[in-house]
């Protein structure tokens, strides 16, 4: 009786104990078969200017669960200075008018280069022979106050910094270095991997990088900061913005017909600049101050034939501005059409060997030369650019989306820095985005795959022509005040952004 009582009592406990462990199964694990949560509608990897802008686009537009992750472990000073031009300024005035109101403010207090007329600016134009450059009577200021928009430099930190600070602080994530992305059409969202805890890694795509620094910069990260564990996120959309070496645009074109395109190619261009040389000889000084700059403190220097020969539209292959405010003392910055082999991957004296000879190849005399020789290596940089083409004949060109990810900026056609317009498509395509992603919202067509993929390729018929414009104008040398940058000027200032956005509707 005792030994019935106690298996009977036992069975219960086994039984009790079962139902327990099976609930607590059932609590702490899901089925194999479950949804996962989706964190985001929209995800946008890269912090940069475009990136930020395309998230203002998006917030003013009512669309507000989106998160903005870049790789940088902080936000710093780094990048060169950048022009916004009409265009650009335009398209920032559609997409989110605090943003365009507080950088007009900021250019109409600064002093702005880019409005002044060539006759009051402190700067004159020669060609190697040290022969004014003729030039069309209109100076840019009546170039460009044709548009109707307040334009300037600006540091690109400082751009960066602005529109960040009109975001909640809690939607721009640092330290998250993307890694790949994946498509879960099962779950009407794609997953995206990232790594945090990294140093920055140069990117010798992006900034202006003195390349003594570099390897023990890379030496320093890889020590310093160790990988951590995976961070993985769900969104509707993707959007890559992660500049010219796009991680993204990596990923997405992985074992695709399109895996030529991943990454950039070397536009022929390339750039060099110091930050100063000190103590030049006086009789060098001299020589060079009589032949280029006269009364002005810079001198913008093209390797145009002789003017009796020539005229403003010949194009010429190197540019060389020189500054210098100090008696003695020269800054200049140099865009020339090279071999990628000339400059790339050299430094100190070979770097500045180089670079001499490439001047002689381009007809800068010899005391040009000698200025160049003696600038100091630790204050030299130098960077190829390099480009995304666009005008490549369909069905071979690579689309600027596949699936639920999309490219905008340098990440789809990134271009040379000639002609100024890298940030200003950019802005236009933030623009663009923001307009068909806000369709989507309204006409809840979050999981309609097919009606995404439509809307991105609106995006990419309607952007692609004026892209290709601005990179054929980014692969020539020219002037600002030349013919042909005011033909330029009405094919890409000219146009009507926010009446050119409402046909995406």
């Not at 023990?216 to 990988?227: A, D, I, Y």
């Not at 400059?343 to 200025?371: C, M, T, W, Y």
Request: charged share 25%.
């Amino acid at each position: 009786m005792v030994l019935e009582e106690f298996n009977q009592r036992f069975i219960i406990y086994v039984n009790l104990y079962c139902i327990v462990f099976l609930v607590i199964i059932k609590i702490t694990m899901k089925p194999e078969n479950s949804t996962p949560k989706i964190d985001y509608d929209v995800a946008i990897v890269g912090a940069g200017p475009v990136g930020l802008a395309t998230a203002l686009g998006l917030r003013q537009r009512g669309i507000k669960n989106i998160i903005v992750l870049d790789q940088t472990r902080a936000f710093r000073q780094v990048g060169q200075t950048i022009g916004l031009l009409p265009n650009g300024m335009k398209a920032l005035r559609y997409i989110h008018t605090q943003a365009h109101k507080n950088l007009t403010e900021e250019f109409k207090k600064s002093k702005n280069p880019l409005k002044e007329d060539p006759s009051k600016q402190k700067w004159t134009m020669r060609n190697v022979n040290g022969e004014k450059i003729p030039s069309p009577s209109k100076g840019l200021g009546e170039i460009f106050g044709k548009y109707g928009e307040h334009l300037g430099l600006i540091p690109w930190y400082e751009l960066q910094t602005q529109l960040r600070r009109l975001l909640p602080e809690n939607l721009v994530k640092p330290n998250h270095r993307f890694i790949s992305v994946v498509a879960e059409p099962e779950f009407q969202c794609v997953r995206a991997d990232f790594v945090s805890n990294l140093g920055a890694k140069p990117n010798p795509y992006s900034y202006w990088e003195d390349q003594q620094k570099k390897a023990r910069t890379n030496t320093e990260s890889s020590s310093q900061f160790p990988e951590s564990e995976i961070t993985s996120i769900r969104a509707k959309l993707l959007i890559g913005a992660d500049g010219i070496n796009s991680t993204v645009r990596q990923s997405i074109y992985k074992d695709t017909p399109y895996s030529a395109y991943s990454k950039p190619k070397y536009s022929g261009f390339s750039g060099v600049q110091t930050e100063g040389i000190y103590q030049v000889p006086e009789a060098l000084s001299q020589q060079i101050k009589e032949q280029f700059f006269d009364d002005a403190k810079t001198a913008a220097i093209y390797n145009y034939p002789t003017s009796e020969t020539s005229t403003i539209n010949q194009e010429p292959t190197m540019k060389m501005l020189i500054w210098s405010y100090e008696p003695g003392e020269f800054e200049y910055l140099i865009d020339a059409i090279m071999p990628f082999e000339s400059l790339a991957g050299k430094v100190g004296k070979d770097l500045i060997d180089s670079l001499v000879l490439e001047l002689k190849k381009a007809n800068f005399p010899e005391i040009i030369q000698r200025l160049v020789a003696l600038s100091p290596p630790e204050n030299l940089a130098n960077r190829p650019f390099y480009i995304h083409p666009v005008n490549i004949p369909a069905p071979d060109r690579a689309k600027w989306s596949i699936g639920r990810v999309v490219l905008v900026g340098d990440a789809a056609h990134g271009m040379p820095p000639v002609a100024g317009q890298g940030a200003n498509q950019g802005m236009e395509d933030a623009a663009a985005i923001a307009t068909l992603v806000a369709k989507i919202n309204q006409q809840n067509q979050w999981d309609d795959t097919a009606g995404i993929e439509t809307a991105f390729d609106k995006y990419e018929s309607l952007r692609r022509p004026i892209v290709e414009i601005a990179q054929e104008g980014s692969m020539r040398i020219r002037s600002f005040y030349s013919e042909w940058h005011e033909q330029f000027a009405e094919e890409i200032y000219g146009r009507n952004i926010a009446e050119i956005m409402q046909t995406l509707l």
